[in-house]
């Protein structure tokens, strides 16, 4: 029922593709190359996928009202409420030379500093939740984003964004596909899990999808442009200094869930190829470049970091 009218739920009104499109890819502040506004959709990685199969060039922005089996680590799959949600991806080429909307020349950047890409994403998200939302955002790695539950002063953080970068072997190179789900009306009961949250219930200064998504886009492209003009150097970018002050997982105690069994022991910093550095009971620091993070408390050597 949800989808047989956009409007059938003033509260949750369908975005504005017209004025979107206007705003993201045309004039002088254009951001990027193009926007499709899908009315509903399995899942917008999927669809910029197969786009970059075709030979898609960068710059694509694919965002839907309704996604239906969101892609998450692990093959995991959920779906949200109609038009409750922001659902989107980009289409990334950072191994080709690219001309930007307004005219820029990026460089190429070597596929060894591409694993910066979900951790720079997150950074957008920050950027757009504190600055848009008023959100105490932070990040936790390596692909979500944490705001205050339920908006009080000392509120139990809940993730409110996930994040996931998919590669893509394509006729015109590798491309990387980027993909971020931002809870935005949802009700509690409405939540895929107990430990999610969204803008509304975190207190946002705005629930507008459409602001929020124009934010989100304009951080993304400002963060993605840094980086490539530093050819992925996280350090000369400003990239490895943004996530670091934003990352919540530094300086906690953590359980890293691997393949091969759990890390456990106190997170304390990231490296710069963007793994996290476990120094686990033993003294021995464990460089981990993927994995399921679960925050288990403050470490008292700590105490005031994250």
Same mark, same amino acid.
């Given at each position: 029922?949800?989808?047989?009218?956009?409007?059938?739920?003033?509260?949750?009104?369908?975005?504005?593709?017209?004025?979107? $499109?206007?705003?993201?890819? +045309?004039?002088?502040?254009?951001?990027?190359?193009?926007?499709?506004?899908?009315?509903?959709?399995?899942?917008?990685?999927?669809?910029?996928?197969?786009?970059?199969?075709?030979?898609?060039?960068?710059?694509?922005?694919? %965002?839907?009202?309704?996604?239906?089996?969101?892609?998450?680590?692990?093959? $995991?799959?959920? +779906?949200?409420?109609?038009?409750?949600?922001?659902?989107?991806?980009?289409?990334?080429?950072?191994?080709?030379?690219?001309?930007?909307?307004?005219?820029?020349?990026?460089?190429?950047?070597?596929?060894?500093?591409?694993?910066?890409?979900?951790?720079?994403?997150?950074?957008?998200?920050?950027?757009?939740?504190?600055?848009?939302?008023?959100?105490?955002?932070?990040?936790?790695?390596?692909?979500?984003?944490?705001?205050?539950?339920?908006?009080?002063?000392?509120?139990?953080?809940?993730? %409110?964004?996930? /994040?996931?970068?998919?590669?893509?072997?394509?006729?015109?190179? /590798?491309?990387?596909?980027?993909?971020?789900? /931002?809870?935005?009306?949802?009700?509690? +009961?409405?939540?895929?899990?107990?430990?999610?949250?969204?803008?509304?219930?975190?207190?946002?200064?705005?629930?507008?999808?459409?602001?929020?998504?124009?934010?989100?886009?304009?951080?993304?492209?400002?963060?993605?442009?840094?980086?490539? $003009?530093?050819?992925?150097?996280?350090?000369?970018?400003? /990239?490895?200094?943004?996530?670091?002050?934003?990352?919540?997982?530094?300086?906690?105690?953590?359980?890293?869930?691997?393949?091969?069994?759990?890390?456990?022991?106190?997170?304390?910093?990231?490296?710069?190829?963007?793994?996290?550095?476990?120094?686990?009971?033993?003294?021995?620091?464990?460089?981990?470049?993927?994995?399921?993070?679960?925050?288990?408390?403050?470490?008292?050597?700590?105490?005031?970091?994250?």
């Amino acid at each position: 029922m949800d989808d047989a009218s956009p409007w059938s739920d003033l509260g949750r009104p369908p975005l504005s593709r017209t004025a979107l $499109r206007r705003a993201v890819t +045309q004039g002088p502040g254009a951001s990027w190359r193009a926007l499709d506004v899908l009315p509903r959709t399995a899942s917008t990685n999927a669809d910029v996928l197969a786009r970059a199969a075709d030979g898609e060039p960068e710059g694509l922005v694919v %965002v839907t009202d309704h996604q239906t089996a969101g892609r998450g680590r692990l093959d $995991r799959t959920w +779906q949200t409420p109609a038009r409750a949600a922001l659902a989107v991806s980009v289409l990334l080429r950072p191994g080709t030379p690219t001309t930007t909307p307004d005219g820029e020349e990026l460089p190429v950047v070597a596929s060894e500093h591409w694993s910066w890409l979900p951790l720079l994403t997150g950074v957008a998200a920050h950027d757009a939740l504190v600055r848009t939302c008023g959100l105490n955002a932070r990040l936790k790695w390596p692909n979500d984003v944490l705001v205050p539950r339920d908006g009080r002063p000392g509120a139990e953080p809940g993730k %409110v964004c996930g /994040i996931l970068a998919e590669l893509a072997s394509t006729p015109s190179g /590798i491309a990387v596909v980027v993909g971020a789900g /931002i809870n935005v009306t949802q009700a509690a +009961q409405e939540l895929p899990v107990p430990t999610a949250t969204s803008l509304a219930l975190a207190g946002s200064a705005t629930t507008d999808r459409d602001t929020v998504l124009r934010a989100y886009l304009r951080a993304l492209s400002d963060r993605y442009r840094a980086w490539r $003009r530093a050819a992925g150097d996280p350090r000369a970018s400003g /990239i490895a200094a943004a996530y670091r002050e934003a990352c919540a997982t530094i300086g906690l105690e953590v359980a890293v869930e691997l393949p091969g069994g759990v890390v456990r022991g106190v997170a304390e910093g990231v490296d710069d190829a963007g793994q996290i550095l476990v120094r686990d009971a033993n003294g021995r620091t464990h460089a981990l470049a993927a994995g399921d993070v679960v925050h288990v408390r403050p470490s008292a050597a700590s105490s005031g970091s994250g």
